[in-house]
T-cell receptor
Framework: GQNIDQPTEMTATEGAIVQINCTYQ??????LFWYQQHAGEAPTFLSY????GLEEKGRFSSFLSRSKGYSYLLLKELQMKDSASYLC??????????FGQGTTLQVKP | EPEVTQTPSHQVTQMGQEVILRCVPI?????FYWYRQILGQKVEFLVS????????KSEIFDDQFSVERPDGSNFTLKIRSTKLEDSAMYFC???????????????FGEGSRLTVL
C-alpha cells in the first residue's frame, strides 16, 4: 500500500522561501504529484515528478529522490495568495491518486 | 481551458434521503474518479470508473454508493440513504490516460458540498 507523510502546518513570511517536505512508502513507484488546494476549493495541479532531481516551474519547484522516498515543494518569493494547503500524492499501481494529509501554509505579511 | 464541472455546488438533505451528485468530465478523458473530503481531513479516494464500469473502489464505497455514466457525458454519484457521516465535499476528477499505474494529471471539479442533517 501507500503511506504519505507531510507536516500539518507551516508558516512563512511574504517574500520568503518555504520548503514543504513529503515522505512516502509505496509498493511500486509511478511518480509523485503536488497539488494546491485553497480552502473550500478543488485541488489544482502543481507538478509531477517521475525521475530524480529538481523540476522548476516559475516560483514553484519540486524535487524527488526515489531512493529516499522523499520529495519537497519549494515556493519562492511567497505571496499572500500562496496561503493554501499543499497536497502530496502518489498513484497506486492501478492509477488512482492517494493523497497525503496536506500541509497548510500560512503566509504572513 | 477544458474543465470538469459539478452540480450542485451545495446540497442539504435529511438523513435517509437519496442524493445524486453530477459531474461532466473533460470531454476526451477516459478515466473518471470520485473523491471526498470531510472538513479538515484529507482527500480520500472513493471510486474509479473506466470503459463504463467501476475499475476500483475503496472501503468507503459501500452498497449505499453507486456511480453511473448515463449518457456519455455525465458521470453521477448516488448515495441511496444518506447518513450524517456522509457530510463532506465530493470531488469529481478525470484523467486522460492511465498506463500500468502511471497516470496523467487528474483534473478536479469545484466540488459538491453535501450536508446531511
Amino acid at each position: 500500500g501507500q503511506n504519505i507523510d507531510q507536516p500539518t502546518e507551516m508558516t512563512a513570511t511574504e517574500g520568503a522561501i518555504v520548503q514543504i517536505n513529503c515522505t512516502y512508502q509505496t509498493s511500486g513507484f509511478n511518480g509523485l504529484f503536488w497539488y494546491q488546494q485553497h480552502a473550500g476549493e478543488a485541488p489544482t495541479f502543481l507538478s509531477y515528478n517521475v525521475v530524480d532531481g529538481l523540476e522548476e516551474k516559475g516560483r514553484f519547484s519540486s524535487f524527488l529522490s526515489r531512493s529516499k522516498g522523499y520529495s519537497y515543494l519549494l515556493l519562492k518569493e511567497l505571496q499572500m495568495k500562496d496561503s493554501a494547503s499543499y497536497l502530496c500524492a502518489v498513484p497506486s499501481n492501478t492509477g488512482k491518486l492517494i493523497f497525503g494529509q496536506g500541509t497548510t501554509l500560512q503566509v504572513k505579511p | 481551458e477544458p474543465e470538469v464541472t459539478q452540480t450542485p455546488s451545495h446540497q442539504v438533505t435529511q438523513m435517509g434521503q437519496e442524493v445524486i451528485l453530477r459531474c461532466v468530465p473533460i470531454s476526451n478523458h477516459l478515466y473518471f474518479y470520485w473523491y471526498r473530503q470531510i472538513l479538515g481531513q484529507k482527500v480520500e479516494f472513493l471510486v474509479s470508473f473506466y470503459n463504463n464500469e467501476i475499475s476500483e473502489k475503496s472501503e468507503i464505497f459501500d452498497d449505499q454508493f453507486s456511480v453511473e455514466r448515463p449518457d456519455g457525458s455525465n458521470f453521477t454519484l448516488k448515495i441511496r440513504s444518506t447518513k450524517l457521516e456522509d457530510s463532506a465535499m465530493y470531488f469529481c476528477a478525470s484523467s486522460g490516460w492511465v498506463v500500468e499505474g502511471y497516470t496523467g494529471e487528474l483534473f478536479f471539479g469545484e466540488g459538491s458540498r453535501l450536508t446531511v442533517l
